[in-house]
């Protein structure tokens, strides 16, 4: 079993930043892909960004280009920076953990959320 606990979120102004942390104690940390998801109200939740365990990234549309990924190893730690935020951004923010073994076996953790909200 994989704990993830995120933190970071809040209130903060359109065009602010925010940066969301996520912290496991699961030793196989680096070989996990990473995720973030956000689900807003009456929506679906949508991936907001991944990180593989090597390091590459990828990004939803909406966020390209104002939302960064990143990992930290040694510390179990993915983060999400989140610069120029707008109304739109607001959401329950979910960090996700995820692994395929060798046989196919897949194993995916979540973690309880963390709000953001974007108003002025």
């Known amino acids: 079993q994989v704990q993830l606990v995120e933190s970071g979120g809040g209130l903060v102004q359109p065009g602010g930043s925010l940066r969301l942390s996520c912290a496991t104690s699961?030793?196989?940390?680096?070989?996990?892909?990473m995720a973030w998801y956000r689900q807003a109200p009456g929506k679906q939740r949508e991936l907001v960004a991944t990180?593989?365990?090597?390091?590459?990234?990828n990004y939803a549309d909406s966020v390209k280009g104002r939302f960064t990924i990143s990992r930290d190893n040694a510390k179990n730690k993915v983060y999400l920076h989140m610069n120029s935020l707008k109304p739109e951004d607001m959401a329950v923010y979910y960090c996700?953990?995820?692994?395929?073994?060798?046989?196919?076996?897949?194993?995916?953790?979540w973690g309880q959320g963390t709000q953001v909200t974007v108003s002025s």
């Open positions: 996700n953990a995820g692994r395929t073994y060798t046989d196919g076996t897949r194993y995916e953790y």
């Open positions: 990180i593989t365990s090597g390091g590459d990234t």
């Open positions: 699961r030793s196989a940390f680096s070989l996990y892909t």
